[in-house]
């Protein structure tokens, strides 16, 4: 569970920034997939992932993400588009707090499979031991 920095370039003509697969992103990216729209007070994941890790940018707006590996949880502000945020697998996310206007891009390593999913918390404590 890291926040990354990621340089941005560009000139008069506008802002760029690149983020690379093994390089920026501490993984292969196998699916990309975006989350907007969202209803104010009502939060997003609350879910684990047994092999899934992910890399979460907020490319407009902001939000908040809570990460939690059983022992400890961390809030992070989202709300630069060049910051990313790396959750590993058998962590715990939610993401809440949005913007009206939140971009929430999210780059996975593995490609959807619902049995990869922990959905119930007592569930992902127990069967992790912590």
Known sequence: MTTKYHQI?????????????????????????????????IPRGQHSHHETKQYLIVVSGSCKVTLDNGNEKTTYKLNQPNLGLFQDRMVWGEMHD??????????????????DYIRNYDEFLEMYNV
């Open 9 to 41: 370039l560009g000139d008069h003509r506008g802002k760029l920034i690149a983020i690379e697969s093994g390089i920026d992103v501490p993984f292969e990216v196998k699916r990309v997939f975006y989350i907007y729209g969202t209803q104010s007070g």
């Open 98 to 115: 949005f913007s009206e206007d939140c971009v929430l891009l999210v780059l996975a390593s593995e490609h959807y499979d619902e049995e």
